[in-house]
């Protein structure tokens, strides 16, 4: 695939290195949006079962009242928010229904329950659901900043320091209209001079003139955009600011740092902060476990004719091991073998190993045909059943890549949080096949790390049916 997606398309505006302060920071207390957001979809799925039963002249029986209760606890909180580009709308509300619809249609097969509703009824119900989605989103992002704008005056704010932070959390704001909040201005001790370019943001004035200000001018909430490193000016403003009614928020400048699932976190009664982690800690482990193995078992059993006469085909036409396995780093970095059909004449797998290169006089014709429709990737479906990779992750680099690039490309080895998968984020966006350059590589593991801030099932099943596009039309694979 030549063209290569950028991120650009797929998260919002604003961001700092890999932490989207309006989705972590500024939205995570219960407003009219949150609660749209949370209730919207699920209560959509409920009502248009309601409306099919009704319009197909169906009896509202407890079999319909149950499937609607299931609908909607499976789809509750809803996670597509208002703020999102429309592409990112549209893809996790496709892909949740889809999920949704998997879950229930296949305990409805296996249970026998499925033969005992309306198929019209289900059918219409499954078209209709996520068309009356779309529309509502697309309506409430029209219609409801008015909304919002009418029902009481904008919040005033104002921050405390002019940095990259501070003036992120005011793009935020200006940008974000569901906020309805307005940034008064930065106070800083630092003059115009020293600010360089950030001098052009407008200043109220110092630090000690900022309690009197907020006082004056029923300032409803201030946002501290301090180093960690100002510790005594923080507290020292903290206590003056206890003579005011303003809300005061803390963005402390970790945040700037490349977090990877950066959340708060408890141990015991103590609150900590999560800088680097992996996305699949207690039930979303289980939920990425699961879909892997009912997946990858799946393919394996319907595939099978397949895999026979791909190893036959394989030990036909050249000599050599039908499968190659090949040393590569797995989950936290501990070595591993995955499997593929063998497609080369020869089969590096030491210190030095050379990636294959457009007309590689190593690839045999056959090898050709399997790299280029990634059917030499197969055998990778065993090694997700037996818990060394996932359907869906960083892809594996040979071990010698990886002690050659880890000490080129900063946060390299991060990608070893989860398992490898057989296809990964950065394939679907333009960087599958030769690393040639350092730039290249780190490309590739930008795209990784970003799949591991923003995991979801939805997301692993997007990147699955972009996966079959991008074998469809690509000119990178050899």
Request: aromatic share 8%; hydrophobic share 45%.
């Amino acid at each position: 695939m030549q063209k290569t997606e950028t991120l650009a398309t797929e998260r919002p505006a604003a961001m700092i290195h890999g932490l989207d302060i309006n989705k972590s920071f500024l939205r995570r207390s219960f407003t009219l949006t949150s609660a749209i957001e949370a209730f919207l979809d699920p209560l959509i799925a409920m009502g248009m079962l309601s409306m099919c039963v009704f319009v197909f002249h169906q009896p509202l029986t407890p079999r319909y009242v149950i499937l609607g209760v299931i609908a909607f606890s499976l789809l509750f909180p809803g996670n597509v928010g208002l703020h999102e580009l429309p592409r990112r709308v549209v893809r996790k509300l496709i892909t949740n229904w889809l999920v949704f619809l998997g879950i229930v249609l296949a305990f409805g097969v296996l249970t026998g329950y499925f033969t005992r509703f309306n198929r019209t009824v289900i059918t219409a119900w499954a078209i209709s659901t996520p068309l009356l989605q779309l529309s509502c989103h697309w309506a409430l992002r029209r219609w409801l900043p008015r909304l919002i704008r009418m029902s009481g005056p904008q919040r005033s704010v104002v921050i405390a320091g002019v940095n990259e932070v501070g003036l992120q959390i005011r793009q935020q704001f200006t940008d974000n209209l569901y906020l309805n909040t307005r940034v008064t201005g930065f106070f800083d001790d630092r003059g115009s001079t020293r600010l360089g370019e950030l001098g052009s943001s407008p200043m109220l004035g110092r630090m000690t003139e900022m309690p009197d200000y907020v006082r004056r001018n029923a300032v409803d909430a201030i946002y501290l955009a301090l180093p960690m490193a100002s510790q005594p000016r923080i507290l020292s403003l903290l206590d003056e600011m206890k003579d005011t009614t303003a809300s005061i928020y803390f963005v402390p400048d970790i945040f700037m740092t490349d977090l990877i699932q950066g959340r708060l976190v408890n141990v015991g009664p103590m609150p900590v902060m999560a800088v680097c982690d992996t996305p699949f800690h207690g039930a979303r482990g289980l939920v990425k476990r699961a879909s892997d193995v009912v997946i990858s078992a799946t393919v394996l059993v319907l595939a099978s004719p397949l895999l026979l006469a791909l190893a036959l085909a394989v030990k036909l036409t050249s000599p050599g091991a039908v499968i190659f396995k090949q040393r590569r780093y797995g989950l936290d970095g501990k070595e591993i073998l995955v499997y593929k059909f063998r497609s080369m004449t020869s089969t590096d797998n030491g210190s030095v190993v050379h990636q294959a290169t457009r007309n590689d006089a190593r690839i045999t014709p056959l090898g050709a045909i399997l790299r280029k429709t990634s059917l030499d990737e197969l055998p990778q479906f065993v090694n997700v059943l037996q818990g060394r990779m996932s359907i869906v992750g960083p892809r594996p680099h040979a071990v010698a890549h990886n002690e050659t690039y880890r000490k080129l490309v900063k946060g390299y080895m991060v990608r070893h949080k989860v398992r490898p998968g057989i296809t990964g984020w950065a394939q679907v966006s333009g960087y599958r096949g030769e690393t040639e350059t350092v730039d290249k590589m780190e490309m590739r593991i930008h795209y990784d790390l970003e799949y591991l801030r923003n995991w979801s099932l939805g997301f692993d099943l997007w990147i699955m049916v972009k996966t079959v596009l991008v074998i469809l039309n690509d000119k990178k694979a050899y």
